[in-house]
T-cell receptor, first 115, second 112 residues
Framework: EAGVTQFPSHSVIEKGQTVTLRCDPI?????LYWYRRVMGKEIKFLLH????????ESGMPNNRFLAERTGGTYSTLKVQPAELEDSGVYFC?????????????FGPGTRLTVL | GDSVTQMEGPVTLSEEAFLTINCTYT??????LFWYVQYPGEGLQLLLK?????DKGSNKGFEATYRKETTSFHLEKGSVQVSDSAVYFC???????????FGKGTLLTVNP
């Protein structure tokens, strides 16, 4: 069974540019999550999809971030326009159910650097 | 809100040494507790978990016991190997929630 994959692994962009991150969850996992780790800080929850619906986007920093999950398969996270403070590692995770006892499987992350 | 506090690193040990990484938490309800590990160049992997008080999670020689009375979930291993060098994250999901709340991570380096 393939794990969670993320693309790209690294992205370096200039302030003000747009970047789109992609996540492919484990096949059959309806629940998809985005998290972010800013340098030196904890990994923080951004949002949660159940299939194609956003269940909770309370962790999204501001309206420069837009997440989509068309067809309930892969998800994209777009940052537009990017700011310096958006630099960090963006993780995607998926789980079969949304229960708290269910394991969330993480991808390798996308390291975003905004110059 | 929910929070996790784990010991600050980095931690440097010699091979075959005993490892403890402390983790305490604050949460509403009855959280599930997790240890994730990130090996160099890789993503987060679940190491072990415990979903109710007094449960012990174990994997790859690592253990952690869910202690409700002390709100702790300390990670232990009796004899570390060089291949255990990684960043270890303590995390919880509180009550009927689904969001993982993480600690800051502890970098472990094991020298031969």
């Amino acid at each position: 069974e393939a794990g969670v994959t993320q693309f790209p692994s690294h992205s370096v962009i200039e302030k003000g540019q747009t970047v789109t991150l992609r996540c492919d969850p484990i096949s059959g996992h309806d629940n998809l999550y985005w998290y972010r780790r800013v340098m030196g800080k904890e990994i923080k929850f951004l949002l949660h999809f159940v299939k194609e619906s956003k269940q909770d986007e309370s962790g999204m920093p501001n309206n420069r971030f837009l997440a989509e999950r068309t067809g309930g398969t892969y998800s994209t996270l777009k940052v537009q326009p990017a700011e310096l403070e958006d630099s960090g590692v963006y993780f995607c995770a998926s789980s079969r159910s949304g229960r708290g006892t269910d394991t969330q499987y993480f991808g390798p992350g996308t390291r975003l650097t905004v110059l | 809100g929910d929070s996790v506090t784990q010991m600050e690193g980095p931690v440097t040990l010699s091979e075959e040494a005993f490892l403890t990484i402390n983790c305490t938490y604050t949460a509403t309800g009855y959280p599930s507790l997790f240890w994730y590990v990130q090996y160099p160049g890789e993503g987060l992997q679940l190491l072990l978990k415990a979903t109710k008080a007094d449960d012990k999670g174990s994997n790859k020689g690592f253990e952690a016991t869910y202690r409700k009375e002390t709100t702790s979930f300390h990670l232990e291993k009796g004899s570390v190997q060089v291949s255990d060098s990684a960043v270890y994250f303590c995390a919880l999901i509180g009550g009927s929630n689904y969001k993982l709340t993480f600690g800051k991570g502890t970098l472990l380096t094991v020298n031969p």
